[in-house]
């Protein structure tokens, strides 16, 4: 009989969502008259704007006539669309990034699950702990669970930002604004990773999926604003939550072709490494869904998308001041549409998902199943609507949870 790649039997059996999904849809057969709000998944509910509408409908014609019609598209992406973002993402904000180092891909989610295809199972791995899952999930899948993976703890007293590692690791995961604490990092900090990873020859794969809600000038929304960064980082990025593709599948990654790596027969342009990967075991994404991405770009395109990251954060200032009102600790929601809060009277997370759902009829994510350090803590999305994120606020603020409170 065949056999299974062993590492996946040391993966966590539900990926948290489905176990999340699962806790609802028990108490909705339950309780069929409970209205439940959702702040749960990071999934966005606003639809897409009207010039990516207009670009999907103008290249789906395109598609019904022989002479405009698309087949086979390049692995990397259309030049239309890397062109596009050399220009606006980065170079307009003085960054030196060329078409030729940006690889379009269906998702950030793909990208940073592959990227470990072109590294050695021999690197030492730093994830953050807590942790966007797929980072430690793809690398177990890889390498295993217990010998490569050291995990950076993330704690409050630090405003949750990663501890210095003790283990030089040759890779580090970096997620900015974080997903799932909403933390940011300031440029003095982001030039110390930066600097540590150049003296200690490693890697960072920065993950910038969230760079649309950041509001203070002063944070970096791209690890390229650091200098010499491109010596030693990869940066993902996606249309999902700034303009609303989670259903529709784009995204890109930076890789910079000053990067090199380390091999048997020398130093190895990543670059190079990651096309070949690409090349073989993807095909493009759509062209209507590069072209639906490139209507990002345009004026109009770009003036949609700062009114959906302004219609978000809105929310996240709601639930900043809802959760202020309660006298309850949090973290994020100003450069980012997710709030980290601890959670009240020493309730564990999976508690007060229980309670809050139970009484208030609110979905969030328990932070512990974002890993150990998020114990105690619990996540808010920013991406419902004003009127439901107003109402789950309204239900919190009438709620008296101190009676579920922990007897110290
Ligand atoms: C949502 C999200 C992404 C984007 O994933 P896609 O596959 O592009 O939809 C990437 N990283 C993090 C941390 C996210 O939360």
């Given at each position: 009989?065949?056999?299974?790649?062993?590492?996946?039997?040391?993966?966590?059996?539900?990926?948290?969502?489905?176990?999340?999904?699962?806790?609802v849809e028990n108490f909705c057969a339950l309780h069929p008259q409970a209205d439940v709000i959702r702040l749960g998944i990071g999934d966005v509910t606003q639809p897409l704007t009207p010039s990516v509408i207009r670009a999907l409908h103008d290249a789906v014609d395109e598609m019904a006539v022989k002479e405009s019609f698309r087949g086979y598209g390049p692995e990397q992406g259309y030049a239309f669309l890397r062109e596009k973002i050399a220009e606006i993402d980065?170079?307009?904000?003085?960054?030196n990034i060329s078409a030729g180092e940006i690889?379009?891909?269906?998702?950030?989610?793909?990208?940073?699950?592959?990227?470990?295809d072109i590294?050695?199972?021999d690197n030492i791995v730093a994830i953050?702990?807590?942790v966007y899952p797929v980072y430690l999930d793809s690398n177990i899948m890889r390498v295993g669970k217990y010998t490569k993976i050291v995990l950076v703890s993330c704690r409050e007293e630090n405003g949750f930002l990663p501890e210095r590692p003790s283990l030089h690791p040759d890779v580090i995961y970096l997620c900015y604004p974080n997903n799932p604490t909403g933390t940011v990092m300031s440029k003095t900090q982001l030039e110390w990773w930066v600097r540590y990873a150049l003296d200690n020859g490693s890697l960072i794969l920065f993950d910038a999926a969230y760079e649309a809600f950041i509001r203070d000038r002063k944070i970096p929304r791209s690890i390229f604003e650091i200098d010499r960064a491109e010596h030693c980082a990869i940066e993902f990025r996606s249309f999902s939550k700034n303009a609303g593709f989670t259903g529709l599948r784009c995204s890109y990654t930076v890789v910079p072709k000053a990067l090199k790596a380390r091999s048997s027969v020398g130093e190895i342009s990543i670059n190079s490494l990651w096309n070949r990967r690409q090349s073989t075991k993807f095909n493009g994404t759509p062209y209507i869904v590069q072209k639906a991405a490139e209507a990002v770009y345009s004026p109009e395109g770009q003036a949609e998308v700062r009114e959906t990251v302004t219609y978000y954060m809105h929310n996240a200032d709601m639930i900043r001041a809802g959760l202020t009102g309660k006298g309850w600790k949090f973290f994020g929601g100003e450069n980012s549409p997710y709030i980290w809060l601890k959670c009240p009277g020493g309730m564990d997370s999976w508690t007060f998902f229980d309670r809050l759902l139970e009484e208030c009829h609110i979905v969030g994510t328990p932070g512990v199943g974002f890993g150990i350090r998020g114990e105690g803590y619990f996540r808010l999305t920013a991406f419902n609507s004003h009127e439901k994120t107003a109402e789950a606020i309204e239900r919190i603020r009438g709620w008296d949870e101190s009676k579920f409170f922990r007897e110290q």
């Open positions: 009989m065949v056999q299974i790649n062993e590492y996946y039997s040391q993966l966590k059996e539900n990926y948290l969502f489905s176990s999340i999904a699962r806790r980065y170079r307009q904000r003085g960054i690889f379009i891909s269906d998702g950030s989610k793909s990208d940073t699950g592959n990227i470990g590294l050695g199972e953050t702990n807590p």
